[in-house]
């Protein structure tokens, strides 16, 4: 009796271990790895430097997208009118 439980429970273990396989194998054939999950947070924070340039460069690649005209370089200034100057001043007169 106790030979015939001891049985059934093995071929049991057998059958969830056989199903164990087929799912892991169903698992790495969809693109999963079998059993390993990715890590999340391994990044390293940007800094306000990187965050300033990203900005600026998605801001210029916007731009050229959107055919607004030359895009100025970073670091530098499009010549412009300013009202304080002392050409804006002789232009006004």
Known sequence: MVSTAIEVIKREIDRKQAEINALQAALEAMGGAGGST?????R???TAAEK???SKAMKAAWRRRKGEGKVQEQGKKQGGKK???KQAARQAS
Do not use: E, F, I, N
């Open 44 to 46: 390293r924070p940007r």
């Open 52 to 54: 300033l340039a990203l």
């Open 83 to 85: 009202s304080g100057t």
């Open 38 to 42: 990715a890590r999340k947070g391994t």
